[in-house]
């Protein structure tokens, strides 16, 4: 079934169901059975808490989620596998910043979970993973899930020990230095060159069979340069080559030569897809704000 | 003078100033000559926006601002430098996110400046830089400067064109993919490893004379790992290792040897400095996060 990210039209937060089925038919959560609607290639776009595994923590806002796998007759009987495509597709979900449905089962934390059936509880993104080695003696995987619309709830701000006592997490101030924004038509062209680098040709893969790369704008969007969000004006990078385009340290020349931005050498040939065309007027918009011609 | 990025103690915003002295005794915008406060190495913190350059744009949240140099007698007699340590400082605050103090004095644009004297608007981001050819026929390079707390005032939601109408930004449904957060413990790590990578070596350089790296933290801050923010945890990586290193495409052994973490083979040895010590604690959680042991 085909991955939907975001709310379901005419599905509000706090929508009550009785059985699965009628979660599966309002495309909440599509599979009738799996905690985790996803796979390696698209993501994941729903999940199911509900209390089927012990290592779980669900403090509102913040829910520490056991992936899917290894389990007989409600124990852990085996180690979990990252490939596994429930956790693949939260890791592809992770690194795509996707948000993620999150319905509660009645048999889940008592504070958080409804008394009987299922609830909606809005949108979540994939902060973190790691695996570890759980209560029943195997290695699970967990996912760190942050509420994408926070709640009144004052669960985000809290660290939960072990002991079962809460204590504020230490207040380490940040400041944002990058961030990479995406769009459908990002998404698209990501997808059609598998996340390969058009620049340096470098595919980043990690571990449970996801790659990450980034949709670089070439005129860039927004005033003043006010580039349009398509296809021929979006180029597939990976992360260090982004930077090095957005700041002029590469550019294009009209025959798609790739430039180094601060010798003026010519350092290879963009990286080209047939069903990807490249409109020359956006690389030369990007190019006349770096170079004098 | 040492740059202090933020606001300034006993100045908040809409403080006002007679003089350029006055602003430079209140350490609100030091220097008293000069636009730009800043430099390639520690970046800018304040600028003064009062009309000296006709390429200047001011819609109040958002600033079109014309870099330094090339002037003489109030008008563009050569081409401006990007090397220039102003318009350098302007790129290095942009590539760290950080906040830069805006005064605007009575000469700039009516509607958003001061009657008489200097007033200092609060704290802006650069978001991209450009070059082109100004109306006095040189190129000249120029910043968008984005207010960090949005005023009241619906600039920000509106593009200029250059007949002087207002029009809506085109919406383009955008998501975060990803964010890079900083600290000043990740900044100390930054410059001492000058940007270098620990993974791979590589130091990304962009014309302007700056560079580009990012700070990660080896077991990550926040539950469920809560990782301190300190040095001896603290990596300087490019954005592609950053990423890889994220979610165990790459773990370090004991003995700071670099390993791939889908072959579990060594591909090098971790970059280290003597002042720069990493806390092998920090490296077995991260690496136990990923592999079994």
Redesign the interface.
Known sequence: MAKVFGHIEGHPVGSQYQWRRELSAAGVHAPLMGGIHGNSREGADSIVVSGGYPDD?DHGD?I?YTGHGGQQGGRQVR?QDITDPGNAGL?RSE???N?IRVVRGSGGDREHSPATGFRYDGLYRV??H???VGTDGY?IW?F?LVAAEPTDSPADHV??HGSGEVAP??R?????????????VTQWVKELHQDQCQLCG?T????GG?R?S?GAHIQ???????G??VADNVLCL???C???F????RYLTDDLRVMD??THQEIGRLRTHRRHRIDVRYVRQHR???V?E
């Not at 980043?204 to 571990?207: K, Y």
């Not at 860039?220 to 006010?226: C, I, K, L, Y």
């Not at 957005?246 to 340290?249: F, H, P, S």
């Open positions: 923590e913040v520490i180690d890791v690194l795509e910043g948000v902060e973190s790691h695996s570890k290695r967990q760190r660290a939960f997490v230490p380490i101030p940040v400041t944002v230095q990058r961030a990479v924004r995406k769009t459908q470098l980043l893969e990690v571990p996801s990450y980034e860039a969007v927004g005033h003043p340069h006010r349009p969000d990976c992360p260090s982004h930077v090095l957005d700041y002029g340290a931005g601060l006349g704000r770096w004098a």
